[in-house]
């Protein structure tokens, strides 16, 4: 009996140590992110095979940023559009979120995942958003 409760509070402190604190996620925010798919109740709704208009977060030190809808250009720019969503980032219960607040209206997403190659967001609901890195459009087909 004290072997298996041994081996029990060794399997509790693996899996209690291998959380991801959603505080990394900040670092991975900030850049150019191209819609992939999106997924309701885990089955994939859409897929984008492509984007004429992508997110820009903009993440500042003080836990604030903007979202903004951009549009590549052949020549390696953007079209900005009027499009503009401030937002704060907030850890709550182990969780990531994005509140905007537009015209006096709070909405709030939470941020799965967060990394060099993979953004995952979702909303109240039930959308989940997975977004890849925006690779800049290639004019001189090389």
Request: proline content about 3%; glycine content about 4%.
């Amino acid at each position: 009996m004290l072997r298996v409760n041994y081996l029990i509070l060794i399997i509790f402190i693996t899996i209690s140590g291998c959380t991801i604190n959603p505080e990394q996620y900040k670092e991975h925010i900030e850049g150019y992110w191209e819609i992939h798919h999106v997924e309701k109740n885990k089955k994939i709704i859409k897929e984008y095979t492509f984007n004429a208009a992508i997110d820009y977060f903009k993440v500042n030190s003080d836990n604030t940023g903007f979202r903004k809808k951009v549009s590549p250009i052949s020549v390696g720019t953007f079209i900005v559009s009027q499009h503009f969503s401030p937002f704060t980032l907030k850890t709550e219960n182990d969780s990531l979120n994005i509140y905007y607040k537009i015209n006096d209206v709070i909405t709030k997403e939470t941020i799965i995942k967060a990394s060099e190659s993979e953004l995952v967001i979702t909303n109240s609901r039930g959308f989940t958003y997975n977004y890849k890195p925006y690779k800049k459009l290639n004019s001189n087909n090389e």
